[in-house]
T-cell receptor
């Protein structure tokens, strides 16, 4: 079974631009979570989707948004990029949710904002 | 605020020895789920072990076991017979029951296994 895939793996953008990251979960998994990982702030929860519905959202500004499609694939969007948005963005999937099921992580998308 | 603290930013252990990683958390809820995740260098994060707060028995997965002390809000990870492949960043995390599937991570402990 294929693992969680994230595209692109690396991205360089400039301040003020917008970016869309994609995540394909493991087949059959309906829950997708997004995390931001930085050296200073560590791993922070962005949001979690289940069956196209956002069930939970972390403490991030409205510039960060996401969505999930009917095939469980998910995208996250960051508008008006700031230097502080440079981070590794991790996506993780599980059958129905990370509380009760094993959460599988993708390799991440490394975003650099110049 | 619901937080996770890992007081040991870095640790090292000799191969085949035992090491314990500390974790404390803060929550006012009575039920929640606790996790240890492992992130090897340049590799993907994986779940090591999970514990449900209402279960008294400490979880065990092969060489990995936890010491869950609910009253003290402590959740330490013990790695027995350490192997070189255990070298990784270890994150303690928890999900309060009312924050449905929002996983809160600690800052991590970098563990090096020395041959």
């Amino acid at each position: 079974k294929a693992g969680v895939t994230q595209t692109p793996r690396y991205l360089i953008k400039t301040r003020g631009q917008q970016v869309t990251l994609s995540c394909s979960p493991i087949s059959g998994h309906r829950s997708v979570s997004w995390y931001q990982q930085t050296p200073g702030q560590g791993l922070q929860f962005l949001f979690e989707y289940f069956s196209e519905t956002q069930r939970n959202k972390g403490n991030f500004p409205g510039r960060f948004s996401g969505r999930q499609f009917s095939n469980s694939r998910s995208e996250m969007n960051v508008s008006t990029l700031e230097l502080g948005d440079s981070a590794l963005y991790l996506c993780a999937s599980s059958l129905v949710g990370p509380r009760t099921d094993t959460q599988y992580f993708g390799p991440g998308t490394r975003l650099t904002v110049l | 605020a619901q937080t996770v603290t890992q007081s040991q930013p870095e640790m090292s252990v000799q191969e085949a020895e035992t090491v314990t990683l500390s974790c404390t958390y803060d929550t006012s809820e009575s039920n929640y789920y606790l996790f240890w995740y492992k992130q090897p260098p340049s590799r993907q994060m994986i779940l090591v072990i999970r514990q449900e707060a209402y279960k008294q028995q400490n979880a065990t997965e092969n060489r990995f076991s936890v010491n869950f002390q609910k009253a003290a809000k402590s959740f330490s990870l013990k790695i027995s017979d350490s192997q070189l492949g255990d070298t990784a960043m270890y994150f303690c995390a928890f999900t309060p029951e009312t924050s449905y599937d929002k996983v809160i991570f600690g800052p991590g402990t970098s563990l090096s296994v020395i041959p």
